[in-house]
């Protein structure tokens, strides 16, 4: 039987999802790629992130959106639905400051108040 779970997300947006996964530490590996579980069968990814003395996980888009592909029993120290939190996090605010950025914003104060992000932008008459 697989260990491979697959998770899907809300995330549409492969650059996006990569700083996301560069602010919280991970090095970032993007292109045709492969992760491999404990029992070595291998699924195709177009990201992957190794945490530390850890397996893989990778990141697939699939219908648009991408899903969280890892072998979870070789995963270590990472708890899944912390993952996705934190990603949800990051993303959610790089999604933001792109698109007010794009409206003509420019971002003026950032405060991480016990873990949530408070953004002062202004935009130019």
């Not at 492969?14 to 700083?19: D, N, P, R, V």
Request: proline share 2%; charged share 30%.
């Amino acid at each position: 039987m697989s260990h491979i779970s697959k998770l899907k997300t809300e995330w549409v947006d492969a650059e996006i999802l990569i700083l996301a996964l560069h602010d919280l530490g991970y090095p970032v590996e993007r292109g045709e790629l492969k992760i491999t579980s404990l029992k070595g069968e291998q699924t195709d990814v177009e990201i992957k992130i190794r945490p530390p003395l850890s397996g893989e996980i990778g990141f697939r888009r699939r219908n648009g959106k991408f899903e969280i592909i890892a072998d979870w029993f070789s995963v270590l120290g990472v708890k899944r639905q912390n993952l996705i939190r934190q990603i949800n996090q990051r993303y959610a605010y790089h999604a933001a400051r792109q698109k007010l950025e794009e409206q003509g914003f420019y971002l003026v104060e950032e405060k991480d108040e016990a873990g949530k992000i408070h953004l002062l932008l202004r935009r130019m008459a």
